[in-house]
């Protein structure tokens, strides 16, 4: 209840920055592995091209889970919940007549 000009926790912000920040980088494994699978390529190349494609996506790989570690370890993957308060409503209304629309309805 309440309006919706609330403040948000920077949080969720900082969740939704990370979140896609690590789903762009994953989108730079496609290329590499439509490159990797590439037999006529790895026959050129003699096979060298295939330990240079796995030790460079090795080490990308590598730097991304170092990021992972570090915002899980500075805590920003943390989710703090609010504390829920009930509002204490004084009605004319008796509380039975809600019990009974509830029953009727619900």
Do not use: C, H
Not at 33 to 52: H, K, P, S, Y
Not at 66 to 75: A, I, M, R, S, T
């Amino acid at each position: 209840t309440g309006t919706a000009w609330g403040k948000f926790n920077i949080r969720f912000y900082v969740v939704a920055l990370v979140f896609v920040l690590f789903e762009t980088e994953l989108l730079f494994l496609f290329p590499w592995a439509i490159v990797f699978g590439n037999e006529q390529l790895n026959a050129e190349t003699a096979g060298n091209w295939g330990m240079l494609a796995m030790i460079e996506m090795g080490l990308f790989i590598l730097i991304l889970a170092l990021g992972l570690v570090y915002v899980w370890g500075k805590g920003y993957l943390e989710w703090e919940k609010p504390e829920v308060s009930v509002l204490d409503t004084e009605s004319k209304v008796p509380e039975i007549l809600y019990s009974d629309l509830n029953e009727k309805y619900g």
